[in-house]
């Protein structure tokens, strides 16, 4: 057994302490916002956030976690965040999703690069396509994503 600290509260959940945060996510706690997609932390549609940092939960263990906070997609978008909800905007703004797949995974990334930037600060197309560069979309909304992160980025200013 093991109490993670997901969006705020505590859960226990009955795993192995090497199951990867991603599954006592989606099937110890039901929260199905992240996603599944290669298993090896290389496409980034499972990410979320760890005491803040954006990680790859496909292959971070619980025991990993035990004591730190996670964020997942759920808690980020849902208004209570400002740059998640801003993040959220913007891309329902600039139509980013196609299939969606990859979405939640580019949102936490998106989120917790615009949390690193000093207050004020407007990224690059340059820095937000390297901020970007780890979470893969099949459809290719790359140049929605970037609008999209510039756009929230301005909405913070």
């Given at each position: 057994?093991?109490?993670?600290?997901?969006?705020?509260?505590?859960?226990?959940?009955?795993?192995?302490?090497?199951?990867?945060?991603?599954?006592?996510?989606?099937?110890?706690?039901?929260?199905?916002?992240?996603?599944f997609g290669c298993g090896a932390g290389l496409c980034g549609a499972c990410t979320v956030h760890l005491d803040g940092q954006?990680?790859r939960s496909c292959i971070t263990p619980v025991s990993a976690a035990d004591g730190k906070r996670i964020t997942t997609v759920?808690?980020?978008?849902?208004?209570?965040?400002?740059?998640?909800?801003?993040?959220?905007?913007?891309?329902?703004?600039?139509?980013?999703?196609?299939?969606?797949?990859?979405?939640?995974?580019?949102?936490?990334?998106?989120?917790?690069?615009?949390?690193?930037?000093?207050?004020?600060?407007?990224?690059?197309?340059?820095?937000?396509?390297?901020?970007?560069?780890?979470?893969?979309?099949?459809?290719?909304?790359?140049?929605?994503?970037?609008?999209?992160?510039?756009?929230?980025?301005?909405?913070?200013?």
């Amino acid at each position: 057994m093991s109490t993670l600290n997901v969006n705020g509260r505590p859960h226990t959940v009955d795993v192995e302490p090497d199951t990867p945060v991603l599954w006592a996510l989606r099937d110890a706690l039901g929260l199905t916002g992240t996603k599944f997609g290669c298993g090896a932390g290389l496409c980034g549609a499972c990410t979320v956030h760890l005491d803040g940092q954006a990680i790859r939960s496909c292959i971070t263990p619980v025991s990993a976690a035990d004591g730190k906070r996670i964020t997942t997609v759920e808690a980020a978008t849902d208004g209570g965040d400002k740059v998640g909800a801003a993040v959220h905007a913007a891309w329902v703004k600039h139509d980013v999703a196609q299939c969606g797949y990859c979405q939640s995974g580019q949102i936490m990334t998106a989120t917790a690069f615009l949390k690193s930037l000093p207050p004020g600060k407007q990224p690059s197309a340059a820095e937000i396509d390297a901020a970007m560069s780890g979470n893969i979309c099949r459809c290719g909304t790359y140049a929605r994503i970037r609008a999209a992160v510039a756009d929230a980025a301005k909405t913070l200013a």
